[in-house]
């Protein structure tokens, strides 16, 4: 069923009458819409895309009319909210009450009088985006391929007189270039003693040796890809070689581990076991990984601080993003991003080499 379908047997299941959708995220997931400004209304056995002059025309051509009613309102749109839930004799509706404003929650309660609105829609509809469909994994395939893509480009983009913007810059243009609508969130590209910061930003300075860690992800259809490399600038010593080997152990054998109905936090402990045991105890100061779909960062989280009872499951997309930060000196992650197949196996999105890679 399409993603509109599946949230109105949710909602059949569970007695709901009607869902407002304001999140562009989540207007785009149910609709395939990529707009800015308007409302989605689902109700049980009706949906309604509200979109105005300048998003009215796309919308007739790529939104499917079988399942949709597509509406340029002839008054505001929140008068037409409030028409629609009256007219379908709606009393109570969920909102998004994890992206919606208390301002516009006001705003939609003061319009739509009578109308109970209660929190709920955002668990609802994260609840039907953990599970991604065939044309979800095939666009986050593609994303993954102009990562990808990217990552062997840039291997021969770098030179001693790049600075680290420079780097990000070329990483963007590239899958830009190559059919990306996007990043899918601002790229990572630290050197040297700024390596040692998980989420650092590039400078437009030139690129210090030691490590050379590049974090960015491609966007396709809306879907973010996510991958992580490091390098080594200059020749590795051994304590570099040591902390790249520990990390790389970590994360091959955290990848081998992962099935489905194995628990997030089970996962994150053979990866943060490996890493302590090595000598690096609260070197490791995240969540092995993370669900990525519409967002970068989604449910489930592949952590031992997050819901230990959360299980991957088929249909989940998840990162494998261990690392060693050493405050002031350097730091490593290597990052895959990976499928829980139907049948429980696993499939790596990402291809990139992950052996210790030295330049100039």
Same mark, same amino acid.
């Given at each position: 069923?399409?993603?509109?379908?599946?949230?109105?047997?949710? /909602?059949?299941?569970? @007695?709901?009458?009607?869902?407002?959708?304001?999140?562009?995220?989540?207007?785009?997931?149910?609709?395939?819409?990529?707009?800015?400004?308007?409302?989605?209304?689902?109700?049980?056995?009706?949906? #309604?895309?509200?979109?105005?002059?300048?998003?009215?025309?796309?919308?007739?051509?790529?939104?499917?009319? &079988?399942?949709?009613?597509?509406?340029?309102?002839?008054?505001?749109?929140?008068?037409?909210?409030?028409?629609?839930?009256?007219?379908?004799?709606?009393?109570?509706?969920?909102?998004?009450?994890?992206?919606?404003?208390?301002?516009?929650?006001?705003?939609?309660?003061?319009?739509?009088?009578?109308?109970?609105?209660?929190?709920?829609?955002?668990?609802?509809?994260? =609840?039907?985006?953990? %599970?991604?469909?065939?044309?979800?994994?095939?666009? /986050?395939?593609?994303?993954?391929?102009?990562?990808?893509?990217? +990552?062997?480009?840039?291997?021969? +983009?770098?030179?001693?007189?790049?600075?680290?913007?420079?780097?990000?810059?070329?990483? $963007?243009?590239?899958?830009?270039?190559?059919?990306?609508?996007?990043?899918?969130?601002?790229?990572?590209?630290?050197?040297?003693?700024?390596?040692?910061?998980?989420? !650092?930003?590039?400078?437009?300075?030139?690129?210090?040796? *030691?490590? #050379?860690?590049?974090? +960015? !992800?491609?966007?396709?259809?809306?879907?973010?890809?996510?991958?992580?490399?490091?390098?080594?600038?200059?020749?590795?010593?051994?304590?570099?070689?040591?902390? %790249?080997? &520990?990390?790389?152990?970590?994360?091959?054998?955290?990848?081998?581990?992962?099935?489905?109905? /194995?628990?997030?936090?089970?996962?994150?402990?053979?990866?943060?076991?490996?890493?302590? @045991?090595? !000598?690096? $105890?609260?070197? +490791?100061?995240?969540?092995?990984?993370?669900?990525? *779909?519409? %967002?970068?960062?989604?449910?489930?989280?592949?952590?031992?601080?997050?819901?230990?009872?959360?299980?991957?499951?088929?249909?989940?997309?998840?990162?494998?993003?261990? =690392?060693? %930060?050493?405050?002031?000196?350097?730091?490593?992650?290597?990052?895959?991003?990976?499928?829980?197949?139907?049948?429980?196996?696993?499939?790596?999105?990402?291809?990139?080499?992950?052996?210790?890679?030295?330049? #100039?």
């Amino acid at each position: 069923m399409s993603h509109v379908k599946n949230l109105q047997a949710a /909602m059949k299941k569970d @007695g709901i009458e009607a869902v407002i959708v304001s999140s562009e995220i989540n207007q785009r997931y149910l609709s395939g819409l990529n707009y800015t400004d308007g409302y989605v209304v689902v109700l049980p056995e009706a949906a #309604f895309l509200l979109a105005d002059f300048r998003y009215i025309e796309v919308a007739r051509m790529t939104v499917d009319a &079988t399942e949709w009613e597509i509406v340029m309102p002839d008054r505001s749109m929140l008068d037409y909210v409030r028409a629609l839930l009256t007219d379908y004799h709606v009393r109570e509706a969920l909102y998004e009450e994890e992206t919606l404003s208390c301002a516009l929650r006001d705003r939609i309660a003061a319009k739509c009088e009578g109308v109970e609105l209660k929190a709920g829609a955002s668990a609802l509809i994260d =609840g039907l985006r953990l %599970y991604k469909d065939e044309a979800e994994l095939a666009a /986050m395939a593609r994303a993954q391929k102009i990562t990808d893509d990217a +990552f062997a480009h840039i291997l021969g +983009f770098i030179t001693p007189e790049r600075t680290e913007l420079e780097v990000a810059l070329e990483l $963007e243009f590239f899958m830009r270039a190559h059919g990306s609508e996007g990043t899918a969130f601002d790229t990572i590209a630290v050197s040297g003693t700024a390596s040692s910061r998980p989420h !650092g930003e590039p400078r437009p300075v030139k690129l210090e040796k *030691g490590f #050379f860690t590049m974090d +960015f !992800g491609a966007r396709v259809d809306g879907y973010c890809s996510d991958m992580t490399r490091t390098v080594v600038l200059g020749r590795a010593d051994e304590d570099i070689k040591k902390i %790249y080997n &520990t990390v790389l152990t970590a994360q091959t054998a955290a990848l081998d581990a992962m099935r489905a109905g /194995m628990k997030c936090a089970d996962v994150d402990r053979v990866a943060r076991d490996i890493i302590y @045991g090595a !000598g690096y $105890e609260g070197k +490791f100061g995240h969540g092995l990984g993370h669900g990525v *779909g519409l %967002y970068i960062h989604e449910n489930p989280r592949v952590s031992s601080a997050f819901q230990n009872d959360a299980v991957l499951t088929p249909g989940h997309v998840v990162t494998c993003e261990p =690392g060693i %930060y050493l405050e002031g000196k350097y730091g490593c992650r290597i990052e895959d991003m990976v499928a829980v197949l139907p049948d429980g196996t696993i499939h790596n999105f990402t291809k990139s080499p992950k052996e210790l890679i030295e330049l #100039f």
